[in-house]
């Protein structure tokens, strides 16, 4: 397989960002140092809401990232909202968590998947779920009300409101 060069021409930008550059940034927040954000006109931020050290709120040209009042996001987290993303609020979400929305289309063997098309699918986390250390999310997930995703879980379908779901991927455990 033959692969041409290819120029890269635009970055994504410095993730440095100007709190009014937010499309909405509520009352009481606390970026950590090192939070990086990606199309801040974008995503939107309730009041009361913590982001860890290091996280990257990585907004998109499109769609949006809604991050609900009360909403605790932890240290070195990956939030990516090019299919959308909206979190409830008081949503606890630990540590180096991924969140994806988009993937690569894989119906064509005849193109490396690298440039195949992206899917993009919202993820939804409603209010009061929590999601534990190193969780990854995939695109087109529902995370139900109070439902918990146990640490280092993969989660590729939907967990129902109250549930705690937990593995690779992830299973419901019991419910709350």
């Known amino acids: ?8 021409n635009k970055s994504h930008g410095t993730g440095l960002f100007d709190l009014k550059d937010f499309k909405r940034l509520g009352e009481n927040v606390t970026f950590e140092y090192g939070v990086l954000v990606f199309h801040p006109e974008n ?15 990585k907004g998109y040209y499109k769609n949006k990232m809604i991050i609900g009042d009360h909403t605790w996001i932890g240290q070195q987290c990956f939030l990516h909202s090019a299919g959308g993303l909206e979190i409830g609020r008081a949503v606890g979400i630990g540590p180096r968590v991924t969140i994806l929305t988009s993937q690569h289309e894989l119906s064509n063997r005849n193109i490396p998947v690298y440039f195949s098309p992206l899917e993009f699918q919202i993820v939804k986390i409603e209010d009061g779920a929590d999601i534990g250390t190193g969780c990854i999310i995939l695109p087109g997930v529902t995370i139900g009300e109070g439902a918990v ?14 549930e705690i779901w937990a593995g690779v991927p992830a299973k419901m455990i019991r419910m709350r």
């Open 1 to 8: 397989m033959k692969i041409d060069r290819i120029k890269m």
């Open 43 to 57: 995503i939107e931020i309730g009041d009361n809401v913590y982001v860890g050290h290091y996280t990257i709120l």
């Open 149 to 162: 995703v146990g640490a280092g879980s993969v989660v590729t379908k939907d967990v129902p409101a109250y």
